[in-house]
């Protein structure tokens, strides 16, 4: 049973920062890639960030590039979402997910290409 669990998420103003963690369990971590989505009342998920299983590829989305980082560390089964300079908009649920391909150079952004998630973490962006 693949289990991941966010953590990192809560409120902090315009402008601050937060670092959301998700830890995995159950699958050998180290061989699929992770993605963290987000999804805010009354929108659809939204792609955020993706990182490739040996971390040498990534992908963001547009409103979040130059801002976020996301990384891994695979001896820890973590991937990590660093996000600075956060904005009102940022404001949102965020999950993470693992990639239904095994040692895929690939790191997309589509749902449909993620099978297991979490249960997601609370960001809110006060003004």
């Known amino acids: 049973q693949v289990q991941l669990v966010e953590s990192g998420g809560g409120l902090v103003q315009a402008g601050g920062s937060l670092r959301l963690s998700c830890a995995a369990s159950?699958?050998?971590?180290?061989?699929?890639?992770m993605g963290w989505f987000r999804q805010s009342p009354g929108k659809e998920r939204a792609f955020v960030a993706s990182?490739?299983?040996?971390?040498?590829?990534?992908r963001y989305a547009d409103p979040v590039k130059g801002r976020f980082t996301i990384s891994r560390d695979n001896a820890k089964n973590t991937v990590y979402l660093q996000m600075n300079s956060l904005k009102p908009e940022d404001t949102a649920v965020y999950f993470c997910?693992?990639?239904?391909?095994?040692?895929?150079?690939?790191?997309?952004?589509?749902?449909?290409?993620?099978?297991?998630w979490g249960q997601g973490t609370q960001v809110t962006v006060s003004s």
């Open positions: 990182i490739s299983w040996n971390g040498d590829s990534t």
């Open positions: 159950g699958r050998s971590f180290a061989r699929y890639g």
């Open positions: 997910a693992t990639h239904i391909i095994v040692y895929s150079d690939d790191a997309p952004e589509s749902g449909d290409d993620y099978d297991y």
